[in-house]
């Protein structure tokens, strides 16, 4: 590893810092409407991966989000009681459950969404394209450990 300046532990210290706090802050603007669905973060995060993957399944739900299959099972449960999403079998292989937002599933995550791409909309509002694309560049390396 080269011997950069903002690579000693005290700068690394304050960007996983940084990470933690905005994580918190993106999640928080959202808090309150979760808190009128009584549902939470491990909701809200299926809920954005159902948005961004129409029909994804079971299988690959429990793959981006890393956690168990009864976790999984618990939101998906709490979310069909607020009829914000719908199962339908996979035509070829009826083990396969493809997951989609309902109506009001689309209007939940839209109502979430916006609270949430308010903060990240001006922060790229407020950065030059290279900012945002080194930012991107960055991200992507810490999601996949990329060395």
Known sequence: MKKNLYLKDQELKQYIEK??????????????????????????????????????TISELLKKL?????????????????????????ETDT????????????????EIFSRQKSRIYKAFVNSDHKEVISFDNVLKKIINGKI
């Open 95 to 110: 083990r396969i459950k493809h997951v989609f937002l309902t109506e009001d599933g689309i209007r939940l995550f839209n």
């Open 66 to 90: 890393k956690i168990t299959k009864q976790s999984l099972n618990r939101v998906l449960k709490d979310l069909i009681k607020l009829n914000a999403i719908k199962y339908k079998k996979n």
């Open 19 to 56: 990470i933690f706090i905005g994580y918190r802050e993106t999640v928080s603007d959202a808090k309150k409407i979760l808190d009128k669905y009584s549902i939470g973060v491990a909701h809200n995060k299926a809920i954005h991966l159902i948005s961004l993957y129409e029909g994804i």
